[in-house]
Nanobody, 118 residues
């Protein structure tokens, strides 16, 4: 399984970015995926995730109403649309994928992409 992220960058507060995570060796329609972030000196935190194969979603409190997770099954890719970005959103963002949906842990991780909000 390989996860390749793209879409990070620098943006001013109030701006938007969309992150992408393309999977190979993994069929996203059969599993659950998510996005995490980690800022320097802070613990990794869950941002958004699919909680079932039907597309149910879960968001971390700091991003509710601003971020949206979505997926394109044909492209085997999922996304994180980030709107109204704030300086506290600055972090390395990582996509992650489970085997199935039942386990609480994620088996596969992307390399991370930096998001900086000034």
């Amino acid at each position: 399984v390989q996860l390749v992220e793209s879409g990070g960058g620098s943006v001013q507060a109030g701006g938007s970015l969309r992150l992408s995570c393309k999977a190979s060796g993994y069929t996203i329609t059969r599993h659950c995926m998510g996005w995490f972030r980690q800022a320097p000196g802070k613990a990794r935190e869950g941002v958004a995730s699919f909680v079932n194969v039907a597309g149910g979603t879960l968001y971390g409190d700091p991003v509710k109403g601003r971020f949206t997770i979505s997926r394109d099954n044909a492209k085997n890719t999922w996304y994180l649309q980030m709107n109204d970005l704030k300086p506290e959103d600055t972090a390395t963002y990582l996509c992650a994928a489970k085997n199935g949906c039942g386990a609480p842990w994620y088996d596969n991780w992307g390399q991370g992409t930096q998001v900086t909000v000034s």
